[in-house]
């Protein structure tokens, strides 16, 4: 498992850190902070001799080798040094540190003297192979080749590697990955060797090419080639003022991909450290997937896959799921639970850390919180509209088509539609009323919550208008698609009793069962008492689940009260307030192993009829909201499960204030126009938002 951190990467940022281009452009610091340094590692370095310098003092490892007969230093050509210390140089307050700084170094000399390739009495091909058995024979997972032939755009210089693609075949298969220098003239191609897997594919999947990037700018090194034919396996990395140590102990800045290719091996090396596991294609496959696209988008012929970001490598790259659990993780989080609890998830789980297993099969113990996303502007809007629908108030037979008037039998199909994810849905369902003696049976099918809402008398007592009508019953949010029936029966004195059942054919939406008992008075008073209770089986109080965060049914009871009052002039008052509990059952096999909570909803309108022909409402409103309770988490860590739990009450209160007009014409089409100011919104302090909507519906 990828080790979490035990420092903060700043505390890297050393002189040694930031004079170094290839450790500060590459976010190197962020596998420091995890104790991750190279330790262990092993990198073969192709090159000219290598002098043991001070930044490379007990670092070189044994099982390397020279090939040309003159194979010493001089001042003039001490390449290999050079090369070395940027991949391992010691960590030690003097000159710089390599990448990997605590690694150790395998050196084969393939230059002599006079910094002429000369592999001696070896033939290339004996030479190469050579090399590939000793990296395998060595334990080391990465060979550093920080040169090549001068590129003149052809693959010329290639074919002598067809004798060498069972070699290089059985290093892949020893996971070993061969890193390329692009070279440095400046070339639309890269050097003939980074360019072999063009003719020769199978070795693709342990070849690196690496071209040089400019410190300074970010872009292009003017005299790196660029990837051309190998852009598939090439990658980008710092090419100028690279600090490192030649014989005499001396420090030079350096210009040139060799550095770049240098830069590369270490965070290899860094990677194969952390996942040992890795095959080299993969290996390979997380450095491009991770690294900043340049250029043109994606993969181009000047950048390959991109610049190196070794920040980045310690991050789930992939379809990630949780370790342990198989569920999925969304982009945008564990689960965006947000509805009565608001950000009650987000802040129970801060603090706690989840282990999670990338598309490479790395785990990783990542924060909590970072995967637990909150209201976003997708549900505000989803919930605006709904409050602009409900706002316009019942038409006769509510939002039904084909249907007579609340009093009499018929039957119709019906419709809503909400905007969804950006795009509309609509929910369609068909309902009948059948009239007896005594009182109305109605049934609807399909139509989600609303529909089973709306046609089944669940919204409104009689004919008054609830300040937010969607909020009448809010528990019943949870429900999907189904079967509801209600009937309504009148009793004495102005006394109505509707008693109704909702459900669904399968285990996925739910059930609901409700009874409200209504009084109209002479003096302009309605009121109406509900109790119910609702089984809700993929949303929780109304709030999707998802990524590890499904499985257990929940269970609510609540008790509403509205009231209505008509006053002179066309005014009317309505009040409305709902209390519930919640329960959800133990589930060992989700997130949220149980739940249970207090929560309650309210809203306060006042409207005026015969404004430009319409009513004109006001309302004050607070959606469903945990007040009090305990969420019970169970998270995988990687290595076990943490359970712990936390306070149900998010960080706020949500109030709406609305302002809205709505006006029904005789020949059935309606008009509704809303503006909403939302304060904490989504229960979530300090969030706010301003909306509009309008709503047109018209009967046929």
Known sequence: MLPPRVQEPSVFETREYRDQPGTLLTGANEAYARGIT??????????????????????????????????????????????????????????????????????????????????????????????????????????????????????????????????????????????????????????????????????????????????????????????????????????????????????????????????VSGALALMFETWPNLTADQARQILFLTADD?????????????????ARVFSPVGTTTLAGHGAEMAATGISPLDGPVGDAVERGVTGHGVGVIDGFARDFLIPAGAFVGSLDDIRRRERFAASIRDLAGPTTGGFLTGLPGPDGSGFGQYFFTTEVDGALADEAGVGARLRMAGGMLSFSHGGGAQGMQDLAGLTGTGGMRPAFAGMAHPFMTGLGEGLAVSYRGVLEAGWTLAVTAAGAPNDRSGAAAAATLAWRGMEGLDLAFSVGMVRERETFMGAELFGGFEGATTDSRFASIQAGYSLVGGMSLAVEAHLGTSERGHDPGSLLEQAEMVSTAFGLGLSQEDVAGGTLTAALRQPLRAESGRLGFALPTGTGVDRFTAAAEPSGRHLDLSLGWARHDANGTMLALGVSQQFDAGHVKGEQATLVGVRYGVRF
């Open 38 to 263: 190279g330790a262990g590692q092993k990198i073969v370095v192709v090159d000219s001799k290598i002098t043991e310098v001070t930044e490379l003092t007990g670092k070189i490892a044994a099982g390397g080798f020279d090939l040309p007969s003159d194979a010493g230093t001089s001042a003039d050509f001490d390449h290999g040094t050079f090369v070395a210390t940027v991949i391992a140089g010691r960590k030690n307050e003097v000159g710089t540190h390599g990448v990997a700084y605590n690694a150790q170094i395998i050196p084969v000399t393939i230059f002599n003297t006079d910094g002429d390739f000369d592999t001696g009495s070896s033939s290339f091909i004996t030479a190469m192979a050579r090399i590939n058995t000793a990296a395998a024979q060595n334990g080391a997972r990465v060979v550093n080749h920080s040169w090549g032939a001068d590129s003149d755009g052809q693959l010329g210089g290639n074919g002598i590697f067809r004798q060498l693609v069972d070699s290089y075949s059985q290093a892949i298969a020893n996971g070993i990955v061969s890193v390329w220098a692009a070279g440095n003239e400046g070339f639309a191609q890269p050097s003939p060797e980074a360019q072999v897997p063009a003719t020769y594919p199978q070795l693709e999947a342990g070849w690196l090419a690496v071209m040089g990037i400019d410190s300074a700018t970010g872009a292009r090194w003017a005299d790196s080639n660029a990837c051309g034919v190998a852009a598939n396996w090439c990658i980008g990395a710092p090419a100028t003022g690279i600090i490192g140590q030649v014989a005499g102990n001396d420090f030079y800045r350096g210009n040139g991909t060799s550095f770049s290719t240098a830069i």
């Open 294 to 310: 340049l250029g043109d988008a994606g993969t181009d012929a000047i950048y390959g896959r991109g610049a190196l970001n070794i």
